[in-house]
């Protein structure tokens, strides 16, 4: 169809890694895709992107790319003021973009991660894998005793404002903590969001993280750089009404 590319989302990220023809370097270092670009064979064998054919060529392939680690720890630096080296994580989630995030922030030194899933096996297996890959990392598949500096929700709870809470009130209390991350971006205020407010967290939803994965994957599909500010103006008026 001649498409240049597209993103996916939830449930699609960790499918898409075994369907896609060529995985760039960061798709393999995270163990998902979230961006795909469309690309051609030229007359000479190179693969280029579609959008340098004038017309469509006779062969083609996916070429799958994440965006979504770096997006994640620029959104906590810039929307919440937290620099993840030397931190306390608890997160939330162990599905595609929670797998991710917990990758991505191990590379960044953090100083230990909680991993809490639905399925706890699910949480253990990321566990080990992180252990292995970053063996200096101190990571564990349960909530922590302690007071953390973070709690990072990769979970779909949030989405319904009916929804309840992300984690086992039982377990963990938001006053063990100082920032709230919420990768959900609507409803702007989750009720993981709400609770965490009250209990006095500084707090931010996804929109970030939507805007810098989506500015990456434009500048993955055009070849050029992405218009951050009229992208971010146009997020806030289409999830806020602003």
């Known amino acids: ?74 959104a906590l630096r810039e929307d919440l003021g937290v620099e993840p080296a030397g931190k306390r ?39 080990a894998e992180i252990r292995q890959r970053h063996p200096k990392a ?13 709690v990072l929700n990769a979970t779909s709870l949030g989405l319904k404002p009916t929804d309840s809470l992300p984690f086992d009130e039982r377990r963990f209390s938001l006053r063990q903590t100082g920032s709230v991350y919420d990768m959900i971006y609507r409803p702007a205020e989750t009720p993981l969001l709400k609770a965490a407010k009250s209990a006095g967290c500084r707090v931010a939803n996804g929109l970030g993280m939507l805007l810098y994965q989506g500015a990456k994957a434009l500048e993955i599909w055009t070849g050029r750089p992405a218009p951050l500010d009229t992208m971010r103006r146009a997020l806030e008026q289409n999830v806020y009404g602003l």
């Open 89 to 127: 994580v608890l997160l939330l989630g162990a599905g595609g973009a929670g797998r991710t995030a917990a990758l991505k922030l191990a590379s960044e030194n953090v100083a230990e991660l909680f991993l809490i899933n639905r399925t706890q096996s699910k949480a253990a297996q990321l566990a």
């Open 138 to 150: 101190r990571v564990t598949a349960d909530y922590p005793q302690a007071n953390v500096d973070l």
């Open 1 to 74: 169809m001649n498409f240049i590319g597209l993103n996916l989302t939830v449930p699609h990220k960790l499918l898409a890694v075994d369907l896609v023809d060529e995985k760039d370097e960061s798709a393999r270092a995270w163990g998902a895709v979230n961006t795909i670009r469309f690309e051609g064979k030229d007359a000479v064998g190179n693969w280029r992107p579609l959008r340098e054919f004038t017309d469509a060529p006779r062969e083609t392939r996916s070429h799958g790319f994440n965006t979504d680690a770096d997006a994640i720890t620029r």
